[in-house]
């Protein structure tokens, strides 16, 4: 048998021994907060006889939903362009290759803080030209203090369950030997939506009225955070 020196240490036992038993236990917490950010899909369509009317008609939209959202200021964080595509539409019957038409599409992503300013942006946006709106999706920001508040609970529960073992034992805890974060987590940054805002495709008038904005309500999220802890105990008289 090999005896432990400075060189070579004996190994750490995986477990608890008589002289320091070892407890493991798990901390859970769950907390349900409001969203910090909601975002929106944006649509642009266009469509014309020749190329160069669908990309024309396809611009001007565009440009005009991208004026629209950056007219709110700080309350859009975030805006992206995404897909854009133009695709020729052939005859579905005759001899060769003939272009009916040619559809255009641009989707456009924004993020918001404001929530206020999200129901008005959004009806105004439906309203424009062949454009569509789905959303929202609602979303933490990824340093809220959501998460840490979420962690702090569970090691919290996780310490508060190991003194209630060791108290049934009628001992107390010694030391803490690990802590393992095996989750803490939110909701999806893009969670799939329940249902689609409103989605509009139409040429407005000068006669129509601007809608009124949508009253929205933001939904509530999740934040779930679990460790796994282990202690080791001051024997225990049994």
């Known amino acids: 048998m090999a005896i432990p020196t400075p060189a070579h240490p004996q190994p ?10 070892r407890i493991a236990v798990r901390g859970e917490a769950r907390l349900d ?5 909601a975002r929106i899909g944006i649509t642009v369509q266009a469509r014309g006889r020749d190329r160069h009317t669908a990309l024309d008609d396809l611009t001007r939209r565009n440009a005009a939903a991208l ?46 803080n404001d929530f206020t300013a999200l129901g008005e942006l959004t009806t105004r946006l439906a309203d424009l030209e062949l454009t569509r709106v789905d959303g929202p999706w609602w979303a933490l920001r ?12 569970a090691v ?23 802590l393992a974060d095996i989750g803490a987590e939110g909701p999806q940054a893009y969670p799939p939506p329940s249902g689609r805002m409103r989605s ?26 679990q460790v796994n802890a282990r202690f080791t105990l001051v024997p225990p008289r049994l």
């Open 142 to 153: 990824p340093d809220s203090p959501a998460h840490r508040e979420a962690r702090r609970r």
């Open 33 to 37: 907060v409001d969203p910090d950010i």
């Open 67 to 112: 004026d629209l959202v950056k007219s709110y200021g700080r309350a859009v964080e975030r805006l992206d362009t995404g897909a854009f595509s133009v695709t020729p539409e052939q005859t579905r019957h005759g001899r060769g290759e003939r272009v009916r038409t040619y559809h255009g599409t641009v989707h456009l992503t924004a993020e918001l």
């Open 156 to 178: 919290h529960e996780a310490v508060q369950r190991a003194r209630e073992y060791a108290e049934a034992l009628g001992t107390t805890l010694a030391a803490l030997v690990e």
């Open 12 to 21: 750490a036992v995986p477990y608890g021994t008589p002289d320091a038993p």
């Open 200 to 225: 509009m495709a139409y040429a407005a008038t000068a006669e129509e009225t601007a809608p009124a904005p949508l009253d929205l309500e933001p939904q509530r999220q999740e934040v779930h955070a």
